[in-house]
C-alpha cells in the first residue's frame, strides 16, 4: 500500500494558523499551555477569559507548541472541549494545524506528533537560549508520504482507539487508586486514646 503514498508538504495537507475571528473583550475558551499532558490528544481543562490575543482554532485542530521545552515535553494536543461552531484562543506560543480538504483530522493529530514532524521542528528552534521557538515555515515546508483519505481514516482511528483506550485505563487505575486509599484508611486508621 506504501507505493499509493505521495511527498506533500505539511502546508499541502492542513492549513498552519488558520484565520479566526473572535472580538477583543469577548469571554471565551483559553487553552493555556500548562494544561496540556505530554502526549496527550485531549485538552484536560479549559478556562474562561476575556480575549486580548491569541491563537485562535476550532474542534478538531491540532495545536503545537513551538517554544522550549513545551515541544520537546510534546505538548501538542486536538482541540475537542469546543461546542460547535465555537472557536477558543490559546497561548501565541502554539502553532495550530487545521485538515485541509481530503486530510482526516484524527490522522493529522497523530503525524503532527509523531517523531517525523516534531523532530526537524525541534531541530529548526531559534532564539537564545530557553526562548527558543519552532521556525513555523520550516514546518509548513516539511515532506510527508501522506497516504489517500481511506488509509488515512483507517490510521487514525486506530491510532484514536488505542488513544481511548489508554484514557480509559489511567481512569480505571485513578479510580482503583482511590478506593484502596479509601481502605487502607477506612481499616488502619485506629484512633488510640
Not at 34 to 53: A, H, I, M, N, W
Not at 138 to 167: F, H, M, S, T, Y
Amino acid at each position: 500500500m506504501k507505493s499509493e503514498w505521495t511527498i506533500k508538504k505539511i502546508s499541502e495537507i492542513a492549513e498552519i494558523n488558520p484565520r479566526e475571528s473572535i472580538k477583543k473583550g469577548i469571554v471565551a475558551k483559553k487553552i493555556p499551555m500548562d494544561v496540556l499532558q505530554p502526549f496527550t490528544r485531549d485538552v484536560p481543562s479549559f478556562q474562561y477569559e476575556v480575549f486580548k490575543g491569541g491563537t485562535k482554532f476550532r474542534n478538531k485542530d491540532t495545536i503545537m507548541a513551538r517554544i522550549t521545552p513545551c515541544l520537546e515535553n510534546g505538548k501538542i494536543a486536538q482541540i475537542g472541549c469546543l461546542d460547535p461552531g465555537e472557536v477558543g484562543f490559546g497561548s501565541t506560543e502554539y502553532i495550530v494545524f487545521r485538515a485541509r480538504e481530503g486530510t482526516d483530522p484524527d490522522f493529522l493529530y497523530y503525524l503532527i506528533r509523531s517523531p517525523l514532524v516534531r523532530e526537524p521542528s525541534i531541530k529548526s528552534m531559534v532564539g537564545s537560549s530557553g526562548r527558543q521557538r519552532v521556525q513555523t515555515n520550516v514546518v509548513a515546508d516539511l515532506q510527508i508520504a501522506v497516504p489517500g483519505i481511506v488509509e488515512q481514516k483507517c490510521i487514525g482511528d486506530l491510532l484514536k482507539v488505542l488513544d481511548d483506550k489508554i484514557q480509559l485505563n489511567t481512569k480505571i487505575n485513578k479510580n482503583l487508586s482511590e478506593q484502596l486509599q479509601a481502605l487502607y484508611t477506612s481499616e488502619f486508621d485506629v484512633t488510640i486514646h
